[in-house]
């Protein structure tokens, strides 16, 4: 399987490690960092390249992760699949729903396996939460992403290249809803501006209310300013059900007056890259829980949140 990636930054370096504990070597990278693109070529001993047609072009990718921030996107992913290569492509998809749905058109044309890196789905603790609320009616859900960014991060505390929290962290938070509750409907947001822009030049803290088409109703609340133990977390309720669950590894609450008390061990970030090679070689789009599709889904949410932030009045999700 020759495996090729685009961007080799940040999360691509996550992607990499899972892709060695498979022992599934990488053949090829590119990333507009001439110095960066050379240094991991020589880490991986693989082929370097600075511009993705060309790499595209002179390599037989059979799989290509897009790993780049949001206002990168451009055609590289519409590029990969029509190159003949499956496509793995890190969240967000893009900063806009029409390049997003021109890609997820070109996706679907081609007929490629497509997963995006929505890990929390591929969590221990989200699978249990799937076997116990099967069949049951959430009425809830409430999820938060608090955390504090620094200066490793230079490019995601800018709006034009991140779109903000919202599109770019608290994205996790809004598809790991959806993924229990379905699609959100519309959305109302409230945001705080912080007293300088040392962290970012959008809102540092922020408040998201969404109605979910089944008449649910459910919350997100975010920071960029602020680290807490289970910064990365959500909640169901239900008719006699409550369960948290803290995105590490721990599920706790109580079903029909039964506690609940689960440990986990994975985290989905190498499950993801593990479930998305196996459809791969099965060539099954159904074993992926993360399609491009759904993720396009996820972004509409999140774009709306921001017009909400802009009004200050009730979005619908387009």
């Not at 969240?91 to 497509?114: F, H, Y």
């Not at 929390?120 to 249990?128: C, H, V």
């Not at 991140?162 to 229990?180: I, K, N, P």
């Not at 649910?216 to 133990?229: D, E, H």
């Amino acid at each position: 399987m020759q495996i090729a990636f685009i961007g080799v930054g940040g999360i691509a370096q996550n992607y990499i490690g899972s892709l060695e504990k498979l022992n599934k070597p990488v053949a090829a990278v590119c990333d507009i960092n001439a110095q960066t693109a050379a240094r991991v070529a020589d880490e991986l001993n693989c082929s370097g390249y600075t511009d993705h047609r060309e790499m595209l072009s002179r390599e037989n990718l059979d799989v290509v992760f897009v790993a780049i921030p949001p206002a990168a996107h451009d055609t590289q992913t519409i590029d990969a699949v029509q190159a003949g290569a499956h496509v793995f492509v890190a969240k967000p998809v893009a900063m806009d729903l029409d390049l997003a749905r021109r890609t997820q058109e070109a996706i679907a044309a081609s007929g490629r396996i497509n997963q995006v890196g929505y890990m929390a789905r591929y969590s221990d603790i989200t699978e249990r939460t799937r076997e116990l609320v099967q069949g049951r009616d959430l009425g809830m859900g409430m999820g938060r992403f608090l955390t504090r960014m620094g200066p490793s991060h230079p490019w995601w505390g800018k709006f034009s290249v991140s779109a903000g929290q919202l599109v770019e962290q608290s994205t996790h938070v809004f598809d790991w809803l959806r993924y229990f509750l379905g699609e959100v409907e519309s959305v109302h947001a409230l945001g705080h501006d912080g007293p300088d822009n040392s962290i970012a030049d959008f809102e540092d803290s922020t408040a998201v209310n969404l109605r979910f088409a089944s008449g649910a109703v459910g919350s997100v609340v975010s920071t960029c300013s602020a680290r807490v133990k289970d910064g990365f977390m959500g909640e169901l309720c239900g008719r006699d059900l409550y369960l948290r669950l803290a995105m590490d590894t721990h599920l706790s609450g109580y079903i029909d007056q039964q506690e609940i008390d689960y440990h986990g061990q994975e985290r989905g970030y190498y499950r993801q890259i593990e479930g998305f090679l196996a459809a791969v070689e099965a060539q099954d789009q159904s074993l992926v829980r993360s399609s491009y599709a759904d993720a396009v889904n996820s972004l509409a949410v999140t774009l709306a949140a921001n017009r909400s932030l802009q009004s200050g009045q009730v979005e619908t999700v387009d």
